[in-house]
C-alpha cells in the first residue's frame, strides 16, 4: 500500500463517527450466529473500551457445580477485548487473535459482564485486558476473570 492510500485510509477512519463505529459493531454483533446463541450483548463499544454481556444460561453450565463453562468466558474475554480494539478503527481494518491468557478467578453462577480496554493499537498488532465480573452468590458483584488478548491487524493489503 502507497503512502496516499494509507493516509486515504485514514481519513476514512476519521470520517466515521464513533457513534457510527459502535453502531456497526452492534449490527456486526447481532448478526453473528455464535454471539446469538449465547445471548452476547454489545453494552457499548468506543474508544477503544468495550463492554458486553452474556446471560447465564443453564445450557452452558459445568455438570458438578453448575457455574458457566470456562469456555463461555474466555469467548467472552476475546469478543469484547475484539470488539473494544475495533471500536479505534474504521472497517477497513481486519484481526485475528494470535495469544490469549485468562485467569480465572472465581466460579460465575450468574450474568457475565466483560470490560476491555485498548493497551496498544499499532501498525500490525494490537494489545487488551480484560476484566469479566457476575454477581456472587452473596449479592456482590465480583471478578471472576481477567485476561489479556493479542491480536495481528490487517490494514489495507498487509494480509
Do not use: W
Not at 59 to 87: C, E, K, Q, W
Not at 108 to 114: C, G, I, Q, S
Not at 119 to 142: H, I, L, N, Y
Amino acid at each position: 500500500m502507497g503512502e496516499s492510500d494509507a493516509s486515504s485510509r485514514r481519513e476514512d477512519d476519521a470520517e466515521e463517527t464513533v457513534e457510527a463505529r459502535e453502531r456497526r459493531l452492534r449490527e456486526e454483533a447481532a448478526q453473528h450466529g455464535l454471539f446469538g446463541l449465547l445471548g452476547l450483548d454489545v453494552e457499548s463499544a468506543r474508544e477503544g473500551r468495550a463492554v458486553l454481556t452474556v446471560p447465564f444460561d443453564e445450557t452452558f453450565t459445568n455438570l458438578p457445580n453448575d457455574s458457566m463453562h470456562g469456555g463461555v468466558t474466555a469467548a467472552l474475554i476475546d469478543t469484547a477485548s475484539g470488539f473494544a480494539l475495533r471500536s479505534t478503527f474504521g472497517s477497513g481494518v481486519g484481526l485475528t487473535t494470535t495469544d490469549m491468557n485468562v485467569r480465572y478467578v472465581r466460579p460465575a453462577t450468574a450474568d457475565l459482564r466483560a470490560e476491555a480496554h485498548v493497551v496498544r493499537a499499532g501498525t500490525s498488532v494490537g494489545v487488551t485486558e480484560c476484566e469479566v465480573t457476575s454477581v456472587a452468590p452473596d449479592g456482590d458483584r465480583k471478578v471472576v476473570a481477567t485476561g489479556g488478548t493479542t491480536y495481528r491487524l490487517f490494514r489495507g493489503d498487509s494480509a
